[in-house]
C-alpha cells in the first residue's frame, strides 16, 4: 500500500474514555509511614466490622503483636471460650422449649396423662416375669370374610394359626406341580389365594 494512499486519510482513531479512576489505596496508618495501606487489620474486641490500613511490612508486624484478649481477665476470657461452642446463643436444658431460660423440674411439661391402673398388654411378656397376658378377643366375622373362611374350610372362630397351615396345605394340594401339570384345579387354587389375601387384610393371620 502506498504511503500517500486516500485509505490513510479516511482512518480515525477513537479518543480514550474517560471512565471513574481507580480507587487509590488510603495511606499506611502506622506512624511515619507513607506507603499506600493496601491491606486491613482488625481495630480489636468491641470494633467490630472496623479496620486499620497498613502496608504489607506494617501489617505483619501488627498481627504478630495483635491480641483480640487484651484487657480481660482470665474469667472473663474462659466464659468467652464456653460461649463461643454454641455461636455465644443462649442454650436451654434438654427438654425444655422456654425461651425465658431454663425449665424448672417442678414444672410438669404437656398434659398430665391419665392411668387406670389396668395392666398394659404385654403378649410375648416382655416386660415382666409372670405368664402373657392373653391377646384381645377377635371382633366377629363380616360376610365376606365368614366366606373367605367356608372357603378355605374353616370355622368362624379359627384362629390365625390355623388359617395358615391350612391355607398352605390347600396350596400345596392344588398346585399345578403337585397335580403332575394338571390345570384343572386352578381356579380352586385362585380361590384359595384370594380367601387368604383377604383374611390377611382384615387381621386375621
Not at 96 to 106: E, I, L, R, V, W
Not at 146 to 166: C, D, M, Y
Amino acid at each position: 500500500m502506498k504511503l500517500d494512499s486516500k485509505y490513510f486519510d479516511k482512518i480515525r482513531v477513537r479518543p480514550a474514555r474517560s471512565g471513574p479512576e481507580p480507587e487509590r489505596a488510603p495511606v499506611c496508618m502506622w506512624e511515619g509511614c507513607e506507603e499506600p495501606g493496601s491491606h486491613k487489620a482488625p481495630r480489636g474486641r468491641d470494633h467490630e466490622g472496623q479496620y486499620f490500613h497498613f502496608c504489607v511490612d506494617h501489617v505483619r508486624l501488627y498481627n504478630k503483636s495483635y491480641n483480640y484478649f487484651s484487657g480481660l481477665g482470665d474469667d472473663d476470657i474462659q466464659k468467652y471460650l464456653k460461649d463461643s461452642l454454641t455461636g455465644h446463643r443462649p442454650t436451654w436444658t434438654m427438654g425444655s422449649n422456654n425461651s425465658g431460660g431454663a425449665m424448672p423440674s417442678s414444672k410438669p411439661s404437656g398434659r398430665p396423662r391419665r392411668w387406670n391402673g389396668a395392666r398394659p398388654r404385654d403378649s410375648f411378656n416382655l416386660f415382666g416375669d409372670g405368664e402373657a397376658v392373653a391377646a384381645a378377643p377377635r371382633r366377629k366375622a363380616r360376610t365376606l370374610e365368614v366366606k373367605a373362611l367356608t372357603t378355605l374350610g374353616l370355622a368362624e372362630t379359627a384362629g390365625g394359626e390355623a388359617i395358615r397351615v391350612r391355607y398352605k396345605a390347600l396350596v400345596k394340594q392344588y398346585h399345578p406341580d403337585a397335580n403332575g401339570g394338571d390345570r384343572g384345579s386352578e381356579d380352586r387354587l385362585r380361590e384359595v389365594i384370594q380367601a387368604y389375601k383377604l383374611l390377611k387384610a382384615s387381621g386375621f393371620c
